[in-house]
């Protein structure tokens, strides 16, 4: 059986050297609610740019995790790219899935598959939902293959926030894969940078120490997540136009040779967003109480990210459903600007 198993849509943009944007599946195993929502997500109002992504592509009906990975896969058509969905399916590692896969993983008990679970996903049958690291590491491996057939790579990938070094890391250690599959997978990341409950400033060093280009789309200062940046976090660089991105891009891998992959940090619409200030409140008392109830590992971010949505009021899960769409979206422009 092969491990590998490409989607025909997927190699055939490839070889017509078509605009391709791959996307995770830890946030349809794992990141969302498997529940249906009572009101439609703020970011598809009149006059907003994912109106009319609302109206053609969101099913008020199913559960959110499958109604917003279907909504990224439909963002990215839009955009003019064909999606490239990774996931573990029976097995095999899949580029590239069908409707029907997609909702069968919505609903099962999935794996959640970092770079470290793959192997043992894969020889045990199952299937698993990639994380950032995860996915990216699948991209490595298929651009190995694509390579070898002569075809163009994968180079771009939507997500909505990145991993990276926990609070309180000095007394646990507790750092993402995210930022060391980063490092070496030569891929553009837009995020809407490193999810609001890890220590940012500690990650921002970590991303510089990995020698991680990280770049702020039409934005001063990094993005928090479900949060706008804070002027206590400036960024070095900003870019304003898909050329200069493409170049930057092009410098980079081709003519300095480079592996590292690039960030290129997304902010959440003004609309879309959370008061910082009332979300570190909520992440705070969330840490202390994930502590002495032993949460950790892979089970803390779901955890603290549903008490966050439960604070909220349900409004840091439209928030996040805004900033998935909206980075599928802005990948998918990118991704044309790369394959010119």
Same mark, same amino acid.
């Given at each position: 059986?092969?491990?590998?198993?490409?989607?025909?849509?997927?190699?055939?943009?490839?070889?017509?050297?078509?605009?391709?944007?791959?996307?995770?599946?830890? $946030?349809?195993?794992?990141?969302?609610?498997? /529940?249906? &929502?009572?009101?439609?997500?703020?970011?598809?109002?009149?006059?907003?740019? &994912?109106? !009319?992504?609302?109206?053609?592509?969101?099913?008020?009906?199913?559960?959110?995790?499958?109604?917003?990975?279907?909504?990224?896969?439909?963002?990215?058509?839009?955009?003019?790219?064909?999606?490239? +969905?990774?996931?573990?399916?029976?097995?095999?590692? !899949? $580029?590239?899935?069908?409707?029907?896969?997609?909702?069968?993983?919505?609903?099962?008990?999935? *794996?959640?598959?970092?770079?470290?679970?793959?192997? %043992?996903?894969?020889?045990?049958? @199952?299937?698993?939902?990639?994380?950032?690291? @995860?996915?990216?590491?699948?991209?490595?491996?298929?651009?190995?293959?694509?390579? =070898? /057939?002569?075809?163009?790579?994968?180079?771009?990938? %939507? +997500?909505?926030?990145?991993?990276? $070094?926990?609070? *309180?890391?000095?007394? !646990?250690? *507790?750092?993402?894969?995210?930022? /060391?599959?980063?490092?070496?997978?030569?891929?553009?990341?837009? +995020?809407?940078? #490193?999810?609001?409950?890890?220590? &940012?400033?500690?990650?921002?060093? =970590?991303?510089?120490?990995?020698?991680?280009?990280?770049?702020?789309?039409?934005? *001063?200062?990094?993005?928090?997540?479900?949060?706008?940046?804070?002027?206590?976090?400036?960024?070095?660089?900003?870019?304003?136009?898909?050329?200069? &991105?493409?170049?930057?891009?092009?410098?980079?891998?081709?003519?300095?040779?480079?592996?590292?992959?690039?960030?290129?940090?997304?902010?959440?619409?003004?609309?879309?967003?959370?008061?910082?200030?009332?979300?570190?409140?909520?992440?705070? /008392?969330?840490?202390?109480?994930?502590?002495?109830? @032993?949460?950790?590992?892979?089970?803390?971010?779901?955890?603290?990210?549903?008490?966050?949505?439960?604070?909220?009021?349900?409004?840091?899960?439209?928030?996040?459903?805004?900033?998935?769409?909206?980075?599928?979206?802005?990948?998918?422009?990118?991704?044309? #600007?790369?394959?010119?």
């Amino acid at each position: 059986m092969d491990r590998v198993v490409f989607h025909q849509e997927v190699i055939e943009a490839l070889a017509a050297d078509r605009p391709v944007v791959v996307l995770e599946t830890a $946030v349809l195993t794992h990141g969302l609610p498997r /529940r249906s &929502l009572d009101h439609l997500p703020g970011c598809f109002a009149e006059g907003r740019a &994912l109106h !009319h992504l609302g109206e053609s592509a969101w099913n008020q009906a199913e559960p959110v995790n499958l109604a917003t990975s279907r909504a990224m896969s439909h963002a990215v058509r839009m955009g003019g790219a064909v999606p490239a +969905t990774i996931a573990v399916i029976d097995g095999a590692l !899949h $580029v590239g899935i069908t409707p029907e896969q997609l909702e069968r993983l919505s609903g099962i008990e999935a *794996d959640k598959c970092s770079t470290r679970d793959l192997a %043992a996903t894969l020889q045990d049958g @199952g299937c698993g939902g990639t994380t950032v690291a @995860g996915t990216l590491s699948a991209a490595s491996i298929a651009n190995d293959i694509l390579r =070898a /057939r002569g075809l163009a790579e994968l180079r771009l990938f %939507a +997500t909505g926030g990145i991993g990276g $070094v926990h609070r *309180d890391w000095a007394c !646990h250690p *507790d750092i993402s894969a995210d930022i /060391r599959a980063i490092s070496i997978t030569p891929m553009l990341v837009v +995020t809407a940078g #490193a999810k609001i409950i890890l220590d &940012l400033p500690a990650t921002r060093e =970590a991303l510089d120490t990995s020698m991680i280009p990280v770049i702020g789309w039409r934005c *001063d200062n990094f993005p928090r997540f479900t949060s706008r940046g804070s002027d206590e976090q400036p960024l070095e660089r900003r870019l304003d136009d898909l050329e200069r &991105l493409s170049s930057l891009c092009r410098i980079h891998w081709n003519d300095l040779k480079r592996e590292e992959g690039i960030l290129l940090l997304n902010e959440i619409p003004m609309e879309d967003a959370l008061d910082g200030d009332m979300v570190e409140e909520i992440v705070e /008392r969330a840490c202390s109480t994930a502590q002495d109830e @032993g949460i950790k590992g892979q089970a803390l971010t779901p955890y603290l990210l549903t008490a966050l949505a439960e604070a909220t009021s349900g409004d840091s899960l439209d928030a996040n459903i805004a900033l998935l769409l909206e980075n599928a979206r802005l990948a998918a422009e990118a991704s044309k #600007a790369l394959t010119v």
